[in-house]
């Protein structure tokens, strides 16, 4: 694992960081254990989780800076992207790791305090709940594979602060997401997207980010209740 992440890390121009490896392997090792007891993840063995796990995460590190700043992960799951964002990217401010699952918060605070990832904030909230405390408040949200874009920008848009900005880790319809939600992405405050698109190192997957910049607050009457959203996602 370690030179299959010291060679991606390169490739993706990234600086692995002292004790990265270390940490990655202890987080595949609690991963691994918990998954055979849990659903966690489909994807498992060293490669393919430093691979399609652990370097694609650290790919949003290529697109966005996230030094300094406070982050949420919406729809974590096993802690996706954001433990491996917290590995690679020490001077991150602290990051919120925000999941409906119980069983997966329980997970991610025993693995995060194993790993001594004191900045860390594992949450067992719905997102659209969670917003009316910690509503406009990070300066940054992400997130990975969790829903189709236009329902997930109501979920996230509005955690995040004006100047900050929302980073969807996509597949290869990342586009079609996007012009799907583009009407909804103007409602809740923000600007036009970008897309970046990147190459997984040592596959042949190549992914979409699409980075959302908080241009102006999200009215007040989103988020709305999550099955008013799946039901009728904004347009």
Same mark, same amino acid.
Request: with cysteine; net charge neutral.
């Given at each position: 694992?370690?030179?299959?992440?010291?060679?991606?890390?390169?490739?993706?121009?990234?600086?692995?960081?002292?004790?990265?490896?270390?940490?990655?392997?202890?987080?595949?090792?609690?991963?691994?254990?918990?998954?055979?007891?849990?659903?966690?993840?489909?994807?498992?063995?060293?490669?393919?989780?430093?691979?399609?796990?652990?370097?694609?995460?650290?790919? =949003?590190?290529?697109?966005?800076?996230?030094?300094?700043?406070?982050?949420?992960?919406?729809?974590?799951?096993?802690?996706?992207?954001?433990?491996? =964002?917290?590995?690679?990217?020490?001077?991150?401010?602290?990051?919120?790791?925000?999941?409906?699952?119980?069983?997966?918060?329980?997970?991610?605070?025993?693995?995060?305090?194993?790993?001594?990832?004191?900045?860390?904030?594992?949450?067992?909230?719905?997102?659209?709940?969670?917003?009316?405390?910690?509503?406009?408040?990070?300066?940054?949200?992400?997130?990975?594979?969790?829903?189709?874009?236009?329902?997930?920008?109501?979920?996230?848009?509005?955690?995040?602060?004006?100047?900050?900005?929302?980073?969807?880790?996509?597949?290869?319809?990342?586009?079609?997401?996007?012009?799907?939600?583009?009407?909804?992405?103007?409602?809740?405050?923000?600007?036009?997207?970008?897309?970046?698109?990147?190459?997984?190192?040592?596959?042949?997957?190549?992914?979409?980010?699409?980075?959302?910049?908080?241009?102006?607050?999200?009215?007040?009457?989103?988020?709305?209740?999550?099955?008013?959203?799946?039901?009728?996602?904004?347009?």
């Amino acid at each position: 694992m370690d030179e299959i992440l010291k060679t991606g890390f390169e490739q993706l121009g990234l600086a692995l960081p002292d004790g990265a490896a270390e940490l990655f392997r202890g987080y595949y090792e609690r991963l691994d254990e918990s998954n055979k007891v849990m659903n966690l993840t489909a994807i498992t063995g060293e490669e393919d989780t430093a691979r399609l796990h652990f370097l694609d995460c650290a790919a =949003l590190l290529t697109a966005v800076d996230l030094r300094g700043k406070s982050v949420v992960d919406v729809g974590t799951g096993a802690g996706f992207p954001g433990v491996p =964002l917290l590995i690679a990217c020490p001077e991150i401010a602290g990051m919120t790791l925000l999941d409906s699952l119980g069983k997966r918060i329980d997970f991610l605070r025993s693995c995060c305090a194993q790993l001594g990832l004191d900045r860390a904030e594992p949450v067992h909230a719905r997102a659209e709940e969670f917003a009316a405390g910690r509503r406009e408040s990070y300066d940054a949200a992400v997130s990975r594979a969790v829903a189709r874009l236009d329902v997930l920008a109501e979920l996230a848009l509005p955690l995040v602060k004006p100047g900050g900005f929302f980073a969807a880790m996509k597949g290869p319809r990342g586009r079609e997401e996007l012009a799907e939600a583009a009407g909804a992405i103007e409602k809740l405050g923000g600007a036009p997207a970008r897309v970046v698109d990147y190459a997984v190192p040592g596959t042949d997957a190549v992914h979409s980010l699409i980075i959302i910049e908080k241009a102006r607050p999200t009215p007040k009457q989103y988020p709305r209740r999550f099955a008013q959203i799946k039901k009728s996602p904004l347009r």
